[in-house]
């Protein structure tokens, strides 16, 4: 039989001997189905059709894999998202009413009622100017729909600080900002850390000394505010970046 195992395919000729014989007592609940219903016999799989031909030839490891489904937006969503990658930390509604809610927008202008300004209003605004305008060239359209993009932010922050300070005004208390957290618990890890070499480098210095006297010397007379314990410290300090340095999350980083 070679590599090809034909077992499957005479089931239905293996219980019909089992039971003219009268080793299989019970006739299976299959057995009427797949004798009306029997499998196919052709083995070969057939090359799944392709949408377009191909300029070279498919490996056989990947001959019966489907062919990529790709859309013209795609390359402008990989551009736009590429140039603002924090526009995919904001969080999106991807529910829809009826599932047909594309056919109601109308992207000569990048405001949609009722849907939240996103960079997939970027893409869908840059595809209607490249299909409507015959002057407008692919970085042209994406010049606009950017430029529209930041305005209509721009006005949303502006909308929101006023609304802001007119509660503050009224007496309304919104607590501490996400920096103001962030800085208190960065503040709180540093002290926590400089507890630590604190008392890390009380202890190597004392087992330096129990060293040269043979004795745990526990009982030295060493302190935080040991001249050399302050400058372990400002030692150890060197490797914390400077004050005032960006970090990559938006936060100030100092010691």
């Known amino acids: 039989?070679?590599?090809?195992?034909?077992?499957?395919?005479?089931?239905?000729?293996?219980?019909?001997?089992?039971?003219?014989?009268?080793?299989?007592?019970?006739?299976?609940?299959?057995?009427?189905?797949?004798?009306?219903?029997?499998?196919?016999?052709i083995l070969v799989r057939t090359q799944p059709v392709e949408h377009h031909r191909r300029s070279k030839t498919k490996k056989r490891s990947k001959l019966f894999q489907p062919q990529n489904i790709t859309y013209p937006e795609d390359k402008l969503r990989r551009e736009f998202f590429g140039d603002h990658p924090w526009e995919l930390a904001r969080p999106r509604v991807v529910l829809e009413n009826d599932g047909m809610d594309a056919r109601t927008e109308d992207w000569s202008r990048i405001r949609q009622p009722g849907r939240p300004l996103d960079g997939e209003s970027v893409v869908q605004r840059q595809t209607w100017l490249m299909e409507n305008m015959p002057d407008m060239s692919k970085a042209g359209a994406y010049d606009q729909a950017r430029r529209e993009f930041y305005e209509e932010r721009l006005q949303e922050d502006v909308e929101r600080r006023v609304a802001k300070e007119e509660a503050l005004a009224t007496g309304?208390?919104?607590?501490?900002?996400?920096l103001e957290v962030g800085m208190e618990l960065e503040d709180r890890e540093y002290e926590r850390w400089r507890e630590w070499a604190a008392r890390d480098i009380i202890e190597a210095k004392q087992r330096q000394a129990s060293m040269y006297t043979g004795v745990d010397n526990t009982a030295a007379a060493i302190s935080?505010?040991?001249?050399?314990?302050?400058?372990?410290?400002?030692?150890?300090?060197?490797?914390?970046?400077?004050?005032?340095q960006e970090s990559f999350g938006g936060m100030p980083v100092r010691p």
């Open 1 to 41: 039989m070679g590599r090809y195992n034909f077992r499957p395919q005479r089931v239905y000729q293996a219980a019909t001997q089992l039971l003219s014989t009268g080793r299989l007592t019970t006739q299976p609940s299959w057995y009427n189905v797949v004798g009306n219903v029997p499998p196919p016999q």
């Open 172 to 178: 309304a208390y919104f607590g501490k900002s996400m």
């Open 224 to 244: 935080a505010d040991d001249p050399e314990t302050i400058a372990g410290l400002e030692e150890l300090e060197d490797s914390i970046p400077a004050q005032g």
